[in-house]
């Protein structure tokens, strides 16, 4: 049976010959179309058509069903570059993203000499994007399937065959005027991305001026969040907390979060490999963090204990949270999407609405009050630091972040244990 990452590969075959150039080449065309599978690549798949010609197709799961991507064409695409982009593929997948809404097909999603209703071939809002996605946004963003998205629901099904050169302010405007009058914050993105997206296309020829011409944001002035528990919240969610999720896992994911500091995507994504519980770190790879920066974050033995709980739920699997099917990592919404779920649970206990990141805010300012120095904090957050100091000072500080969240478990262990009975602490590991 294949295998199944979250996504996961199809893969990999047994005594299946190994592919080279000299094959590929050699293959000939039959009256059926054929597939040769590559046994070096689990999931690359070598395509010969009944009249020959040779494409590459990476065949992988996403959420149970199976799936495809288009890598190339031999020979413009050889056998390296195949593995190369498989691999591509892969890491996304990884990490929870469909590689086919990341751009990596080769093929345009229109084809360049077919001409488009309502716009020639090569200037049409849908080749705008494409061009974008391509050039600009996979290879500057950590995440460009948020970017895809957006166009997919809010710019392409109303512009998509459009001339892009014949879009006017005043349709830009009346856009942007009907998504804020349902989501003023998504208002605000499109406007940003389209601002982007037409300048891209003033830069390479498609367009020679853009449309987007706005004085302000669309969606308003966003207030940013400042949650933070007060310190009656706190005790009462470290005290109540089994009691007020309605989920296995939850109790302990969240716990996780409140010790260590760290971000859901993180935790969702993690996989058992990055933590040893011998040394009591955990190695947050580059890819999961959100700067694209990983950091070692030294564990404390309550959210070592709360990881254990969670390696025994994961039932085997290489994942912290695995999915339902357990073919892949979580997706980190499910933590948002759980959380919201239970708030009417933790309300009864005095605990106001709250989102996961609200912990981690919570956390920081819990650090300041203790005492630790906002160098030291800020790194236990692992948020990004100016070039010239990430530059020229490496030093993990893994000493001080270990002292920083020992006295933040102490702290947290105190409020709980204060709101206990003699007899309940008793039963408290």
Known sequence: MPLQEKGTTVGPLRNVARLTSGRVESLKARDHRYEINDPACAGLQLRVSDTGAKSWHWRFYWHGKRARLVLGVWPKTSLAAAHEKAEAARALLRRGIDPRRAGLTVAPRVKPDKPIEGGPPGHSVEHLAHEFMARHVQRQRRRPEYVQRILDANVLPRWGSRDARTIKPHEVIELLDEIADRAPVMANRV???????????????????????????????????????????????????????????????????????????????????????????????????????????????????????????????????????????????????????????????????????????????????????????????????????????????????????????????????????????????
């Open 191 to 429: 406007a940003g991305i389209l601002s982007q997206m037409f300048r891209f296309g003033i830069h390479r020829s498609i367009v020679e001026t853009t449309p987007v011409q706005l004085l302000y944001r669309p969606g308003g002035k966003e207030k940013p969040r400042a949650r933070v528990f007060s310190e009656a919240e706190l005790k009462a969610f470290v005290t109540n907390l089994d009691d007020a999720c309605r989920f296995q896992r939850l109790p302990h994911v969240l716990r996780v979060l409140l010790l260590t500091l760290q971000r859901r995507s993180e935790l969702a994504l993690a996989e058992w490999r990055e933590f040893d519980f011998t040394g009591k770190t955990w190695t947050i790879p580059d890819e999961h963090a959100k700067a694209g920066k990983g950091h070692v974050l030294p564990l404390s033995d309550w959210a070592i204990a709360e990881l254990q709980k969670l390696k025994v739920m994961a039932g085997g699997s290489r994942y912290v949270l695995p999915s339902a099917d357990k073919s892949g990592p979580a997706d980190p919404k499910y933590i948002t999407r759980s959380v919201a779920r239970c708030l009417k649970r933790f309300k009864t206990h005095g605990v106001g609405a709250f989102t996961p990141h609200d912990l981690r805010r919570t956390g920081r300012t819990g650090l300041a009050k203790l005492g630790v120095k906002v160098d030291v904090a800020e790194r236990v957050l692992n948020h990004a630091r100016e070039r010239i100091e990430a530059t020229y000072d490496v030093h993990e500080y893994l000493d001080e972040k270990r002292d920083a969240l020992e006295r933040w478990e102490k702290y947290l262990t105190q409020l709980r244990d204060t709101a206990l009975s003699p007899k309940e602490q008793s039963g408290v590991s």
